[in-house]
């Protein structure tokens, strides 16, 4: 790796054939020198998942061009770790992963493959950001999305991030011109209602469908889904202490003694 | 069920024969009516997981006496979704996860399943708890973690938990009588540091397995390390806000524009 240039560190939970992967490559790659490994078939939903029960395989890929591209058999998780022990041999300057396709806002921070990548890259001490676009579909419009991506790894790489923290940035499906800014978010306090889709088999036994609708009861105007119902990019710090300390003291109240 | 007692939903990532989710049913069965739920696979180490892309199944097991026991081929938070929205149709009154196999504690609540189902549990709004035990052996002494867990669930059953908060216990491998009582702690920040065992299979690919050193730097004594290290049962309160509320003034001061 060039000494003078920073390492980023790129990944994903849509697999290495996503374009929203390839769009964020090309939004970053003159910014350092760029190292891809990311799954190689889609993670999504995979959370902090890593592989403790398989063997990984980690292969390099020759057919997306300049920038060293390699696949991986793990978790979104698993390719940061492996980036880091057996590639790179060193912790990269930015660690970011995306463009997702679709929302990893409020709660969906926490079934993300696409934020927990970034979370693991928080918790090596990378400076570290997720990105998603509100479309799910595979033609999905990257072009305002990848100004957004650009513009965050540049700040990152100038400003650095406060430590124990990595961004979750979420980006409306909107042209750039119709973007109305960023904005620096609280995770909105909204969760999915769960509705499975019950089905019979050919051999008549039951399966389910893991579907749902989402809602959002928290209507405060400093939450990512308002922002982008607004029209604004949402910036939301994400911490991996996950220490609920207001609740240290009410408990510390109760008999929890032997 | 029962509309008098309590329903408890049972679950845990090692699996549905695994001794210490047998030994959890075994400390609550007789504060409520029992349900459980659990993966028909090991699950360790699948963090917040959800199955999106691959069918889920859900059956009744009739081995394991007078109790509904369930099996699913999902993940431990797949287990909750289906409990609550296939077989209870309302909110258990408590969730809890475990007893884990191997401890949870500080960094550990990220990548375990058994902490994601008990934090699923909170999110449905379900007064929830995770339990382990730092011992990895399949035939582990649980007598001393019986003691802990039933007496949480019961704490748990009396006086609730603050919102938005689940809790993260684990126990150390003593004889209950060399326990020296319960702490309410905060997560500690220690971290693995990766060391993969690189292989080379029959065929001359290589092959990697996922291993690593757990190195905590955080000497407080108000940590779940301390507590564990001097013979407390560690409780952590845990939130599923992942918002980092301390940056944002930070990054407000930033140029986060377009």
């Not at 939903?45 to 395989?57: P, S, V």
């Not at 999305?145 to 499906?173: Q, T």
């Amino acid at each position: 790796m060039n000494k003078e240039r920073p390492v980023i560190l790129v990944t994903n939970d849509d697999g290495i054939t996503a374009p929203g992967l390839h769009a964020l490559v090309d939004a970053v790659k003159d910014l350092g020198q760029v190292l891809v490994v990311a799954p190689d078939s889609p993670q999504s939903g995979m959370g902090h998942a890593i592989t403790l029960n398989h063997l990984l395989r980690l292969d390099k890929v020759d057919v997306y061009g300049e920038h060293d591209w390699y696949q991986c058999s793990g978790t979104p998780v698993d390719c940061v770790k492996l980036a880091i022990d057996k590639l790179l041999h060193r912790k990269p300057d930015l660690c970011i992963s995306g463009i997702n396709h679709g929302s990893n806002s409020s709660i969906n921070v926490i079934y993300s493959g696409t934020m927990s990548a970034a979370m693991e890259g928080a918790i090596e001490g990378i400076p570290s950001a997720g990105f998603s676009l509100l479309n799910h579909s595979l033609d999905a419009d990257f072009s305002g999305a990848k100004v957004v991506a650009r513009k965050v790894a540049m700040n990152i790489l100038e400003y650095g991030l406060p430590s124990g923290c990595l961004l979750n940035v979420n980006i409306p499906d909107l042209p750039i011109a119709q973007l109305k800014g960023m904005k620096i978010c609280r995770q909105a306090m909204a969760k999915w209602k769960e509705e499975f889709d019950e089905r019979v088999d050919p051999m008549r036994r039951k399966y389910y469908w893991l579907t749902g609708k989402f809602i959002n009861n928290d209507k405060g105007e400093d939450t990512d889904e308002w922002a982008l119902g607004n029209g604004f990019v949402s910036v939301v710090p994400v911490q991996f202490d996950f220490t609920a300390h207001h609740a240290i003291p009410y408990l510390n109240e109760q008999r929890y003694e032997l």
